[in-house]
């Protein structure tokens, strides 16, 4: 089993929309949780970490669920410009990072 | 500050040639990765250092990859002989710490013909 799996999409949005993504991760043990944005032909950048508590940044919400092993990113208001990859990534002691296949979204005009 | 180098930005090698990559992490950042990541696919670790040392190497294929990180700063990536299989994009990161978010270079994107 993948230690983080996510659905690759990919998601075709409208304008103004508001879209989800879920990750699921394997190891009960992952300590710290990042959501990661990739455009295309680009390296990963930090979009934000995600926070037990849940946090929001503007109109990204990030949210944890220990308890299912599941993290998500909720965008609220799509622009044409957050057409990405978004990777999910967890990390377990000793600074091993795992990173999520990536789900494409496309915001559509 | 500056962030993550790479280079070369791009490199195309007849198959059985050997390549080199090389890595300037943030400075500071005492954890050093290397990721390969095809295309569609999430960046997979080839081997990570803490300073000098190389902590995880077990995805790394020792047949024909090395790694070096000399005086635990900048870091180097060989294949030797390349393989039409090992056309892929290499990453290099850098990260402060335990579970600190990691920055990454431009990579390097390889063809192998």
């Known amino acids: 089993r993948k230690e983080v799996e996510q659905d690759p999409g990919p998601f075709n949005v409208p304008e103004g929309a508001t879209v989800a993504f879920n990750c699921t991760y394997s190891?009960?043990?992952?300590?710290?949780f990042f959501w990661y944005r990739q455009d295309c032909r680009k390296e990963p950048k930090l979009l934000m970490s995600?926070?037990?508590s849940g946090n929001e940044d503007g109109r990204f919400t990030a949210q944890l669920n220990r308890a299912s092993q599941y993290i998500s990113l909720l965008i609220r208001d799509s622009k044409l410009s957050d057409s990405a990859t978004y990777l999910c990534?967890?990390?377990?002691?000793?600074?091993?990072?795992?990173f999520g296949t990536g789900t494409s979204l496309t915001v559509i005009p | 500050e500056a962030g993550v180098v790479q280079s070369p930005r791009y490199k195309i090698i007849e198959k059985k040639q050997p390549v080199a990559f090389w890595c300037n992490p943030i400075?500071?950042?005492?954890?050093l990765y290397w990721y390969l990541q095809n295309l569609g696919q999430g960046p997979e670790l080839l081997i990570r250092?803490?300073?000098?040392?190389?902590?995880?190497d077990s995805q790394l294929p020792k047949d024909r990859f090395s790694a070096e990180r000399l005086k635990g700063v900048d870091s180097t990536l060989k294949i030797q002989p390349a393989e039409l299989g090992d056309s892929a994009v290499y990453l290099c990161?850098?990260?402060?710490?335990?579970?600190?978010?990691?920055?990454f270079g431009q990579g390097t994107r390889l063809t192998v013909v």
């Open positions: 990161a850098s990260s402060l710490g335990p579970r600190r978010e990691a920055f």
């Open positions: 190891n009960s043990a992952s300590q710290s």
């Open positions: 995600v926070y037990s």
């Open positions: 990534v967890v990390t377990r002691t000793g600074n091993q990072f795992y």
């Open positions: 400075s500071g950042h005492n954890t």
């Open positions: 250092y803490e300073n000098e040392e190389a902590v995880d």
